[in-house]
């Protein structure tokens, strides 16, 4: 089993910034993904932005150049800064991690970004 608590969620205005957090613990040695994915009431969850137990980034095409993501699996951390936030950033955002026979999720963190 893997554990994953976020933090750092909150509310800023439009070209603001918030960084989010993440803490793995459990059975960590069992995954090699870590990332963050964002969810609006009545759509699907889609993917933030991952990083590989190889270091490897990786971005949905509307965040890139805007967010970053650190840490990793080695650190049991993830991190998401998030710049230049838009109203459309507005979601719960939640940890993920991707094992090799489960994948886990954080309880999720809400992001509110007003015009």
């Known amino acids: 089993q893997v554990q994953l608590v976020e933090s750092g969620g909150g509310s800023v205005h439009s070209g603001g910034s918030l960084r989010l957090s993440c803490d793995a613990s459990?059975?960590?040695?069992?995954?090699?993904?870590l990332g963050w994915y964002r969810q609006a009431p009545g759509n699907e969850r889609e993917l933030v932005a991952d990083?590989?137990?190889?270091?490897?980034?990786n971005y949905a095409d509307d965040v890139k150049g805007r967010f970053t993501i650190s840490g990793g699996i080695a650190q049991k951390k993830v991190f998401l800064q998030m710049d230049s936030l838009k109203p459309e950033d507005t979601d719960e955002y939640y940890c993920?991690?991707?094992?090799?026979?489960?994948?886990?999720w954080g309880q999720g963190t809400q992001v509110t970004v007003s015009p």
């Open positions: 459990g059975s960590v040695f069992a995954i090699y993904v």
């Open positions: 993920y991690a991707k094992g090799f026979d489960r994948s886990y």
């Open positions: 990083i590989t137990n190889e270091g490897r980034t």
